[in-house]
């Protein structure tokens, strides 16, 4: 079997990480790239999936943690702090603590999916609920890391987009060049910064003859770069892109306007049927943000604003049991019956004619 080596030691000519630096890896990316055949047919275009809850914390941070976790280290950092919607907390929990450094998290009070509340609990991370929004949260923890020895692991980073950007590496390495059009949910803003860098420098580098358009997608609550300016009180069923004032909005704005992309709002509504549509039609779970693509794929389908034709990768950002108590409120309630341990009962139940 092939032994999952981890983004620094595939991509590390790409990456800020010298040879005096740590390696703290936990075999994150190398996630699958799926073909979505529900989703390709409705589109009329060759859409694929980039899973990034198959990373061993169930989100894309990992891939910026594993590189801010071991820069950070090897410049003898004993402490890390991030401020965070709970995946990036639920990611540096879990690399801070593999490479031996304190986690401390700083997250918003009751706006956490369990899931990943959970994760930074076992990850023994040192959590402090704030009363405020993630963007009091992020300027808490710049504060903090500017006032005592703690490194700052926000995807304001640099590192943390270094490591992000390796998601258009594979991409590229898997289907031979880059598609002609990426779509992601925005919060922060970090993942479409870093997945366009990664497309510019595999362009520059001649690995890919072409740039694919960004498209981003925000929840209608939480959407700064659609209004063109910050939004005081953020709200969606989306928590992780539940953000009003987002840290990269000028990279995120630039790699909209150079890939000649854009950034538009989906509702909750639609966010909860796209999560629905790829558990049930392409076999993928995925937290509700993570849906924010596809939601915003088929709405701009039904408006007739989709070409056919088109080669289409969407990242889906984070895994579905992250949030299970929003998957079972909506349409996947559960609804099995008990039946006695009988196969005439189960297979009545079943509805099946025999
Ligand atoms: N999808 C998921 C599942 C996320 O957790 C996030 C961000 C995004 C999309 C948006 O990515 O911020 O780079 O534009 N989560 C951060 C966190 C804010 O704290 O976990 P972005």
């Not at 059009?181 to 520059?204: F, K, M």
């Not at 995925?286 to 088109?310: C, F, H, M, T, Y």
């Not at 996947?332 to 009962?345: K, N, R, S, Y």
Request: proline content about 5%.
């Amino acid at each position: 079997p092939v032994r999952r080596r981890g983004l620094i030691e595939r991509y590390r000519s790409w990456l800020p990480v010298s040879d005096t630096d740590p390696v703290i890896t936990l075999g994150e990316g190398g996630t699958p790239l799926v073909a979505a055949e529900a989703l390709s047919e409705i589109l009329g275009c060759d859409t694929y999936l980039k899973v990034e809850g198959a990373n061993p914390t169930g989100s894309f941070k990992d891939r910026g943690m594993t590189v801010a976790v071991s820069v950070s280290a090897g410049a003898g950092a004993e402490a890390v702090v991030c401020a965070s919607t709970g995946n990036t907390s639920a990611s540096a929990a879990a690399y801070a603590s593999r490479g031996g450094l304190l986690p401390i998290v700083l997250l918003p009070a009751g706006r956490i999916a369990a899931g990943k509340l959970a994760q930074a609990v076992v990850h023994g991370a040192k959590i402090v609920q704030i009363d405020g929004n993630f963007d009091q949260c992020l300027a808490l923890a710049r504060a903090l890391s500017n006032s005592y020895p703690v490194a700052l692991v926000n995807s304001v980073n640099p590192a943390r987009i270094e490591g992000q950007k390796t998601a258009a590496f594979e991409i590229v390495d898997e289907l031979g060049d880059a598609p002609d059009l990426h779509v992601l949910p925005v919060g922060n803003g970090g993942n479409i910064t870093a997945y366009w860098r990664g497309y510019v420098q595999y362009a520059e580098a001649k690995v890919s003859t072409r740039r694919p358009r960004m498209w981003g997608f925000q929840a209608a609550g939480a959407a700064p770069l659609v209004l063109g300016h910050p939004v005081l009180h953020p709200e969606t069923v989306a928590t992780a892109i539940r953000i009003g004032n987002p840290a990269s909005t000028t990279a995120a704005i630039a790699a909209q306007q150079q890939s000649g992309g854009l950034f538009e709002a989906v509702t909750d509504e639609q966010i909860l049927a796209a999560q629905h549509f790829l558990a049930s039609r392409e076999g993928v779970f995925v937290e509700p943000a993570s849906a924010a693509g596809v939601a915003g794929l088929l709405a701009k389908q039904l408006r007739g604003e989709i070409d056919r034709g088109q080669q289409i990768v969407i990242t889906v950002t984070g895994h579905g049991l992250k949030d299970i108590d929003t998957a079972l409120s909506g349409t996947g309630a559960i609804e099995a019956e008990v039946v006695p341990a009988e196969l005439a009962a189960v297979a009545g139940a079943c509805e099946l004619d025999g």
